[in-house]
């Protein structure tokens, strides 16, 4: 379907504008994008710590903190 995806990501960093409680949305690419337009390597990014939740199975809750 595509060569590549992007996923969004609602994080929290450490250092992070005080606006909306610290959280920032970020554009996460599955492959790095090289100055041509060709695909390059793969993201390095991995989730930390995904949470175990009684309801909504549907959407992924993950944090990298225990």
């Given at each position: 379907?595509?060569?590549?995806?992007?996923?969004?990501?609602?994080a929290k960093f450490d250092g992070g504008p005080e606006a909306h409680q610290g959280?920032?949305?970020?554009?996460v690419p599955k492959f790095m994008?090289?100055?041509d337009g060709s695909l390059g390597t793969g993201n390095a990014v991995s989730v930390g710590f995904h949470r175990e939740?009684?309801?909504i199975?549907?959407?992924s809750t993950c944090c990298d903190e225990l």
């Open positions: 379907m595509a060569d590549n995806i992007i996923h969004l990501v609602l959280r920032s949305l970020f554009i994008v090289k100055e939740k009684m309801g199975h549907g959407n």
